[in-house]
């Protein structure tokens, strides 16, 4: 839908598209427009996000009724997950580039035009390191699928984010042209947007995958329950 709508901005003349403040612009091209705020894919994104949080405090509750160690490992992954999508959601992050951006002076631009992931990237390694003994303790097979979701997802957090910064970097705004995005701006944005869902997709099926192996379910026949009771 967002592709389909970036040709249809191309397509047709300036005049026939509404302003940016008029309703009708707002729902047929920005409430699709993967590189905006407050729309559907970053609403998508955001609910991906919380459910990977929710998984980990799952996960955390299922080593504390089995007696294992981990639990203080998920809760903390759990509820740092929770507040990416909260920041996913309301875009929390924009509010630092720009004091990012003062402090780093006439060093940010180009691939540092958005420095607000510098100090995420800090408290994304300070948080790693803490956490190494817990990840050492997974299977194999979850810490490889959890460190190939977390690159892909970065591949477009900061990857492509960085190559956007220095596609707008000339205007001094991610919001394209009118009737012209342009074939390689929405390249970026296809694959910025793109990676950090399929990252979180993945990550989504390690949890389901660990979870599995940790967890069985079994179905009880209501009848045979009340007459056990």
Do not use: K
């Not at 970036?6 to 427009?33: A, E, S």
């Not at 944005?189 to 793109?194: C, I, T």
């Amino acid at each position: 839908m967002h592709l389909l709508t970036q040709w249809q901005m191309n397509r047709v003349p300036t005049t026939d598209i509404v302003r940016f403040d008029q309703p009708t612009y707002r729902l047929r091209y920005r409430l699709l427009n993967l590189d905006r705020e407050m729309s559907l894919p970053a609403w998508f994104s955001a609910m991906l996000i919380a459910v990977n949080g929710g998984l980990m405090l799952l996960a955390g509750w299922v080593q504390r009724r089995r007696g294992e160690r981990g639990v203080l490992g998920w809760l903390v992954l759990g509820l740092f997950f929770l507040a990416l999508s909260i920041d996913e959601a309301s875009a929390v992050h924009e509010v630092l580039v720009d004091r990012v951006r003062g402090v780093m002076g006439p060093y940010a631009t180009g691939l540092m035009f958005y420095a607000w992931y510098v100090p995420v990237l800090a408290l994304g390694a300070i948080l790693l390191v803490g956490l190494v003994p817990f990840l050492r303790g997974l299977p194999r097979r979850t810490l490889g699928l959890l460190a190939l979701s977390v690159a892909v997802f970065l591949a477009g957090a900061v990857g492509f984010e960085s190559l956007m910064g220095m596609a707008v970097e000339p205007t001094g705004s991610d919001e394209p042209p009118l009737q012209s995005p342009g074939f390689w701006f929405v390249a970026l944005v296809v694959m910025e947007e793109g990676l950090e869902m399929l990252g979180m997709a993945l990550l989504c099926y390690a949890m389901l995958s660990y979870l599995v192996s940790r967890v069985r379910l079994v179905v009880v026949d209501p009848s045979q329950e009340r007459s056990c009771g």
